[in-house]
T-cell receptor, first 110, second 113 residues
Framework: DQQVKQNSPSLSVQEGRISILNCDYT??????FLWYKKYPAEGPTFLIS?????DKNEDGRFTVFLNKSAKHLSLHIVPSQPGDSAVYFC?????????FGPGTRLSVLP | EAQVTQNPRYLITVTGKKLTVTCSQN?????MSWYRQDPGLGLRQIYY???????DKGDVPEGYKVSRKEKRNFPLILESPSPNQTSLYFC????????????FGSGTRLTVV
């Protein structure tokens, strides 16, 4: 049973618009959440994170929102750029447990 | 440059032939981990290590071994590879408890025929 779910395998967005990637988790023990971005033939790279004591964290064009009661987080990219096209992994952690979601492939169309 | 280096990048081998994938990091990180990435399943943890001589199983440890004799190195050993171990493998490291997230290697694509 997947503890971290990303129900959209893929997403296409027009350049300049907002991209919203969603992630749901089942384990209420998770206390830290991260987003990773992965280009083909490269390892994932850390993008942005949020602690469970917060509901929003912003870094430039990237904002992560956390809704603990719904066990849901989302990554907003505004404005989306063609270079944002990649696979995005949501991850959740507590203690030494570090669980990744299956990923969402984002395509930003020029 | 701070990095995690995996070798080889690509490997094709036959069933039952022992192989080792090396992983080295130059950031003095205490925590190292191996993941495999399969379509639709994301990244699943194979083994992790909190420090030298301290290793533990992740979610999918069957068929794999690891060792942590030095802080910088964390090799992944497949004693008798099987076709279901065909996958994309990533090594990662981080500071323990830093919550800064992992630094990942570039990956090793393994095919077992």
């Amino acid at each position: 049973d997947q503890q971290v779910k990303q129900n959209s395998p893929s997403l296409s967005v027009q350049e300049g618009r907002i991209s919203i990637l969603n992630c749901d988790y089942t384990n209420s023990m998770f206390d830290y959440f991260l987003w990773y971005k992965k280009y083909p033939a490269e390892g994932p790279t850390f993008l942005i994170s949020i602690s469970s004591i917060k509901d929003k964290n912003e870094d430039g064009r990237f904002t992560v929102f956390l809704n603990k009661s719904a066990k849901h987080l989302s990554l907003h990219i505004v404005p989306s750029q063609p270079g944002d096209s990649a696979v995005y992994f949501c991850a959740a952690t507590y203690g030494q447990n570090f669980v990744f979601g299956p990923g969402t492939r984002l395509s930003v169309l020029p | 440059e701070a990095q995690v280096t995996q070798n080889p990048r690509y490997l094709i081998t036959v069933t039952g032939k022992k192989l080792t994938v090396t992983c080295s990091q130059n950031m003095n990180h205490e925590y190292m981990s191996w993941y495999r990435q399969d379509p639709g399943l994301g990244l699943r943890q194979i083994y992790y290590s909190m420090n030298v001589e301290v290793t533990d199983k992740g979610d999918v440890p069957e068929g794999y071994k690891v060792s942590r004799k030095e802080k910088r190195n964390f090799p992944l050993i497949l004693e008798s590879p099987s076709p279901n171990q065909t996958s994309l493998y990533f090594c990662a490291s981080s500071n323990v408890g830093a919550n800064y997230g992992y630094t990942f290697g570039s990956g090793t694509r393994l095919t077992v025929v």
